[in-house]
Each structure stands twice: as C-alpha cells, then as structure tokens.
C-alpha cells in the first residue's frame, strides 16, 4: 500500500538518498517501494545530536536511511550505555528500541525514541 504524503511549501523529505524540497504550495503525492522516508522535522543533524537521547535518535536514523545496521551498532550501544547512565528510567524505551531494531523495524525505532527527546528537554530544564 503507497504511502500518502503531504508537504506544505518550502517542506523537504528524505526519500532513500535524496532530499526532495516542495515548492511554494502545497502537495500531495504517493511513495510507493522500500525507500526509507523521512520528514524534516524528524531529521537530527550531527550538530543538533547534542544530548544523549538525540545522540541515540541520530544513530538510529542513520541506520535507517543507510539500512546498514551493523555499521552503527558499536556506536549505538555506547550511546545507549551513555544515556541510560544518566536516565535508568529510560530502560524500558530503549529495551523496546533494541528490539525494534534487531527486528529490522528502524522506522519503528525511531517512533519509539522520539518521545524520550520531549522526556529528556524536561528534565533538562529544572
């Protein structure tokens, strides 16, 4: 089943390794295949990765959009190690992650970390 997608102006996406930019009005389209598809808005940067569970988040998504998993495996286990360090709380979550992830299901992964960001900004603040 083709996935919908809807890009307001200017909205870029990663679809398999190209970024595709919208032009200046909204546009709806279908994606059909395996690419792996992301939203700008989901999308870290080595620069904006500067937390531990952004750091993690950004590791799980270059597995996704390289699908090659064992290249960042090592790297994702010290990030994990790292964040739980200092967030045990987080266990759960990430337990769920690895799963995910040695399931092949980086996507999902991904969906499963984002929350953590919110979790993480708050405790950053008090």
Same mark, same amino acid.
């Given at each position: 089943?083709?996935?919908?997608?809807? @890009?307001?102006?200017?909205?870029?996406?990663?679809?398999?390794?190209?970024?595709? /930019?919208?032009?200046?009005?909204?546009?709806?389209?279908?994606?059909?295949?395996?690419?792996?598809?992301?939203?700008?808005?989901?999308?870290? /940067?080595? #620069?904006?990765?500067?937390t531990p569970v952004k750091r993690v988040y950004l590791c799980v998504q270059?597995?996704? @959009? *390289?699908?090659?998993?064992?290249?960042? *495996? #090592?790297?994702?286990?010290?990030?994990? $190690?790292?964040?739980l360090e200092a967030v045990p709380s987080f266990r759960d979550t990430i337990?769920?992650?690895?799963?995910?992830?040695?399931?092949? *299901?980086?996507? $999902?992964?991904?969906?499963?970390?984002?929350?953590?960001?919110?979790?993480?900004?708050? @405790?950053? *603040?008090?």
């Amino acid at each position: 089943m083709p996935l919908r997608v809807e @890009l307001k102006p200017f909205e870029r996406i990663v679809i398999g390794q190209s970024v595709i /930019t919208n032009s200046d009005s909204r546009t709806t389209f279908l994606i059909d295949g395996d690419a792996p598809i992301l939203r700008e808005k989901d999308i870290l /940067t080595a #620069e904006t990765a500067n937390t531990p569970v952004k750091r993690v988040y950004l590791c799980v998504q270059m597995m996704y @959009l *390289q699908n090659d998993i064992p290249a960042y *495996q #090592e790297l994702y286990l010290g990030f994990i $190690k790292e964040l739980l360090e200092a967030v045990p709380s987080f266990r759960d979550t990430i337990e769920a992650t690895s799963n995910l992830i040695l399931s092949g *299901q980086l996507y $999902k992964a991904l969906r499963e970390i984002r929350p953590l960001i919110k979790r993480e900004e708050e @405790l950053l *603040q008090r």
